[in-house]
């Protein structure tokens, strides 16, 4: 009997002991699940390096595609030159049912400068071009540079000049194409509009970056005249 009761107390102990040794266990558990609980959740609640690092991404990604240079791409000056035409095309539409109500006289493209009076080979290539591609959108263009007369001589016959004695002093304009450069590391910046001779209103606008390689590409000089 006395064999039996201290079989039996000493089942207790070792059920009590085995009990607090996995009580324990499971609060050393539940204390490491609290913990690692803690932990996702404060990572989780601070998302703002992520955010920072995106952003810092797509800046640098921007700064790199705006020095882009293609080894090899068929753009032309010409066909930026057609995108600004058609810009000033749409607007010009609604301005005149007729296109062929507007005359307009094409200046040479200036540096945006103090003096707005200097201007180089790209000027002069973008006013060339922009006079043919109004005209091919069927809109009057005048070439105010053309004499009365053809000048003959030994050198060839010329009818352009530049000679304002030579030129008459009236024009059937009654629209001006004007524009500006500004230089940017990565190209040259063209705004045109078109003016009212008239009224000196604005009645269409365009405005295009010309990459640097597509100057290079076609051997443009920047230097003013």
């Known amino acids: 009997m006395f064999y039996k009761l201290s ?7 070792t059920l009590a002991l ?3 040794s996995i009580t324990q266990n499971n609060e050393h558990n539940e204390n490491i699940n609290t913990r690692s609980d803690y932990t996702v959740v404060t990572q ?3 998302p703002t390096p992520v ?8 800046q640098s990604e921007y700064d790199t595609a705006r020095q882009f240079t293609p080894l090899k791409h068929h753009k032309t000056l010409a066909n930026y030159v057609e995108q600004m035409a058609l810009d000033l095309v749409d607007t010009l539409e609604a301005e005149a049912s007729d296109n062929n109500s507007i005359n307009i006289a094409v200046t040479t493209i200036v540096d945006l400068d103090a003096s707005l009076n200097k201007s180089n080979q790209l000027g002069n290539q973008l006013a060339e071009t922009f006079i043919h591609q109004l005209q091919k959108f069927g809109y009057g263009v005048v070439d105010f540079k053309t ?4 000048d003959v001589s030994n050198r060839g016959d010329f009818v352009l000049s530049r000679d304002i004695e030579k030129l008459s002093e009236s024009s059937m304009a009654n629209y001006v194409l004007a524009g500006t450069l500004i ?3 990565n190209g040259v910046a063209v705004n045109t509009r078109v003016i009212n001779v008239h009224s000196k209103h604005i009645v269409a606008s365009s405005r295009k970056l010309i990459p640097l390689y597509v100057l290079n590409k076609e051997d443009i000089y920047l230097s003013s005249n």
């Open 147 to 150: 004499m009365d007369n053809i």
């Open 44 to 46: 989780s609640n601070q």
């Open 18 to 20: 085995t009990g607090c």
């Open 51 to 58: 955010y920072a690092n995106q952003s810092v991404q797509q």
């Open 7 to 13: 079989a039996i107390a000493g089942l207790t102990a």
């Open 183 to 185: 230089y940017r590391p």
